[in-house]
């Protein structure tokens, strides 16, 4: 079994995100106040880095801790997943579409 340090995992997270964002790694940058380099440096070189120029960096990249470390919850019922990936598969509007109808029978049922 391999073990991936905090470091290089830090680093991939904030190129990958970096690059789904299509910023530069100067925009990068310039987005979370850092000194020039500082995003090669992260990104290759595996320097430690603080927490607080973590969140400027979630910050400019306008992500979320979730979305950051790639959390995400599963549910042990099967059904549940499947409803929750098919309504991340949906647009936006749809999604809320979706969600308030599904909330509203959740509450005729209940009542």
């Given at each position: 079994?391999?073990?991936?340090?905090?470091q290089?995992y830090?680093?991939?997270?904030?190129?990958?995100?970096?690059?789904?964002?299509?910023?530069?790694q100067q925009?990068?940058?310039?987005?979370?106040?850092?000194p020039l380099?500082?995003?090669?440096?992260?990104?290759n070189?595996?320097?430690?880095?603080?927490?607080?120029?973590?969140?400027?960096?979630?910050?400019?990249?306008?992500?979320?801790?979730?979305?950051?470390?790639?959390?995400?919850?599963?549910e042990?019922?099967?059904?549940?997943?499947?409803l929750?990936?098919?309504?991340k598969?949906?647009?936006?509007?749809k999604?809320?579409?979706?969600?308030?109808?599904?909330?509203?029978?959740?509450?005729?049922?209940?009542?």
């Open positions: 079994m391999t073990k991936t340090n905090l290089s830090l680093g991939k997270r904030i190129r990958l995100l970096r690059l789904q964002k299509n910023l530069t925009q990068l940058e310039e987005l979370a106040d850092l380099k500082y995003t090669y440096k992260l990104e070189l595996e320097p430690n880095i603080k927490i607080k120029t973590l969140q400027k960096i979630m910050d400019a990249l306008d992500t979320d801790i979730e979305t950051f470390f790639d959390i995400s919850v599963t042990s019922n099967p059904l549940i997943n499947q929750i990936y098919k309504i598969e949906l647009t936006p509007s999604q809320e579409r979706v969600l308030k109808l599904m909330i509203q029978l959740i509450d005729e049922i209940e009542t």
